[in-house]
């Protein structure tokens, strides 16, 4: 994708819904609700302060992150969907489990714990 938000905003590819329920219901198109998941495709430069200093973006391409329901604009180029939102409408980075986190639970399990 040859795009390049401008200050502080970032694209985001929206991560599909599970089609089912955990119990086998599948939920039709008119029941799902909006995504709010989604991967950071690409980044802008930053913000601009009134004082004329840039702050640089706290995100990254490839952040699993989540946004505000309504944010940003979505957009279709070659039928992919796309999303525009800005920095601020970026409510959480979702981190992956550490190597570490994944040991002491694997120890835990052994243990009994």
Do not use: C, H, W
């Not at 985001?12 to 495709?41: C, L, Y």
């Not at 969907?81 to 399990?109: F, G, H």
Request: without cysteine; aromatic residues 4%; positive net charge.
């Amino acid at each position: 994708m040859n795009l390049r938000p401008l200050g502080d905003r970032v694209v985001v590819k929206p991560v599909e819904r599970e089609e089912k329920t955990k119990s086998g219901i599948v939920i039709p198109d008119t029941a799902k609700e909006k995504p709010q998941e989604g991967i950071v495709e690409a980044v802008g430069t930053g913000r601009i302060l009134d004082s004329g200093q840039k702050v640089p973006m706290e995100l990254k391409v490839g952040d699993k992150v989540l946004y505000a329901k309504y944010a940003g604009n979505e957009f279709k180029p070659d039928n992919v969907e796309y999303m525009i939102i800005s920095e601020k409408d970026v409510l959480a980075v979702v981190a992956s489990p550490s190597k570490s986190n994944q040991q002491r639970s694997k120890t835990n399990k052994k243990s009994g714990r």
